[in-house]
């Protein structure tokens, strides 16, 4: 099951060419997997409260295309396999007039304590990434 997000690119967001600076991709697509947490009845301020983080251990990413000034995009979270103690989202960015795919990634995260200490993923958290998957 996916989660849906949608950006506007600012000025801000592009380089002097105004195509999309290629790190700003990492940011829509962290600002996407806080969403599908939420879309999902979970929030991490409230998941960090109670001593559990989610850091990006692996990221891999292929840019397609560009992303210009003023581009309406999607970007799409889907989980991809859980463990006991880690998750892979696939994230999609898209271009929201022709759903071109613009930018793809593969994305781990770990589950850790607010020290960085690694610990087991929480268990609502496993069965909603597992079910998900099974979707």
Known sequence: ???DMVIRVYYEDTDAAGVVYHSNYLNFMER??????RQKGYSVPELAANGSVFPVVRMEIDFRAPARHDDLLRVI??????SGSSFV???QVLRDYD???LAE????LACVTPLLKAKR???AIREM????IGT
Do not use: S
Not at 32 to 37: I, K, P, Q, S, Y
Not at 77 to 82: D, G, I, K, L, S
């Open 99 to 101: 759903n071109m795919i």
């Open 105 to 108: 990634a593969q994305v781990t």
């Open 77 to 82: 979270t889907t989980p991809e396999r859980v």
């Open 129 to 132: 990434l597992a079910g998900e």
């Open 32 to 37: 996407a997997r806080t969403e599908f947490l």
């Open 89 to 91: 989202l696939r994230q």
């Open 1 to 3: 099951m996916e989660a």
């Open 121 to 123: 993923l929480p268990v």
